[in-house]
């Protein structure tokens, strides 16, 4: 069974910048589709950015674009997701997830709060 284990979400005041990572108790292979989510409050999980294995970047939503980038070291078994200029309205709980064909796994999030 693999595990994603996230790190790096906190309190950061608005402007400010995190970077996530996500580390993968298997490994992360060309064609797997890495991805971070989020869920805010009252909210239904959002796809927040996506990419191959291989490290093309597949998909980056709107709110997201211009401030966040998606990484993988595939070495460390690890996806980053780079968070610039915060706003308020980017707090939530941030999740990893790995697709690798029909398996589905997810981490267990990690909170960001962006609060002056």
């Known amino acids: 069974q693999v595990q994603l284990v996230e790190s790096g979400g906190g309190l950061v005041q608005p402007g400010g910048f995190l970077r996530l990572s996500c580390t993968t108790s298997g490994s992360i292979s060309a064609l797997d589709m890495m991805a971070w989510y989020r869920q805010a409050p009252g909210k239904p999980r959002e796809l927040v950015a996506r990419m191959f294995g291989s490290g093309t970047t597949t998909y980056l939503a709107s709110f997201a674009e211009g401030r966040f980038t998606i990484s993988r070291d595939a070495a460390k078994k690890t996806v980053y997701l780079q968070m610039n200029s915060l706003k308020p309205n980017d707090t939530a709980v941030y999740y990893c997830?790995?697709?690798?064909?029909?398996?589905?796994?997810w981490g267990q999030g990690t909170q960001v709060t962006v609060s002056s």
């Open positions: 997830n790995q697709q690798r064909g029909p398996q589905d796994y």
